[in-house]
């Protein structure tokens, strides 16, 4: 298994251009997140998917569209990229394990995705 | 007031000695406690998880929960320079689905 992959490594975007940041996973994982983490912060949550065709917003999802058509992948979309998006942005995924969701819930992370906006 | 707080450090400790790393959560119905390393550059990883009162131990790590006081620690035995990285503690919210993260304490193990 590959774990949660993610793509591209690297992107460097001018102001007003838009991207779309890609996650899979091969774990048959139901849950799935994007995060990004500012120098020296903790993760933010942008948002978050339950199953395919589910998707909730997070702590910080302004500027930001994702959507969950299958189970294995969970894009991000960049709409007029700004200069505050600068960050890096990791993708996770979990499952609730024995099918109760407050009973347990480990996050697989992806390498990330490190975006820089001029 | 923060929903998971840790000290940004950085923290020292000679090689050898005992690193404890301190967390505090606002959620008092919170169930489930995680702790997690990341080295610079890198992803977090999960080391380790702990959902009752009292300590949870996997080798040199120890988890602490202490729900009363809504305070999670990590200690780490026998610090070795590998443990010199990030650590982030999370805290399972939003019904189960969510887990909220502290902004990590920097460990330096020192030779």
């Known amino acids: 298994n590959a774990g949660v992959t993610q793509t591209p490594k690297f992107r460097i975007l001018k102001i007003g251009q838009s991207m779309t940041l890609q996650c899979t996973q091969d774990?048959?994982?139901?849950?799935m997140y994007w995060y990004r983490q500012d120098p020296g912060m903790g993760l933010k949550l942008i948002y978050y998917s339950v199953g395919a065709g589910i998707t909730d917003k997070g702590e910080v999802p302004n500027g930001y569209n994702v959507s969950r058509s299958t189970t294995e992948d969970f894009p991000l979309r960049l709409e007029l990229a700004a200069p505050s998006q600068t960050s890096v942005y990791f993708c996770a995924s979990s499952y609730p394990k024995g099918g109760v969701v407050s009973s347990y819930n480990e996050q697989f992370f992806g390498p990330g995705t490190r975006l820089t906006v001029l | 007031q923060k929903e998971v707080e840790q000290n940004s450090g950085p923290l020292s400790v000679p090689e050898g000695a005992i690193a404890s790393l301190n967390c505090t959560y606002s959620d008092r119905v919170s169930q489930s406690f995680f702790w997690y390393r990341q080295y610079s550059g890198k992803s977090p990883e999960l080391i380790m998880s702990?959902?009752?009162?009292g300590d949870k131990e996997d080798g040199r790590f120890t988890a602490q929960l202490n729900k009363a006081s809504q305070y999670v620690s990590l200690l780490i035995r026998d610090s070795q320079p590998s443990d010199s990285a990030t650590y982030l503690c999370a805290v399972l919210t939003g019904g189960g689905n969510k887990l909220t993260f502290g902004t990590g304490t920097q460990l330096k193990v020192e030779l």
């Open positions: 774990m048959n994982h139901n849950y």
């Open positions: 702990i959902y009752s009162n």
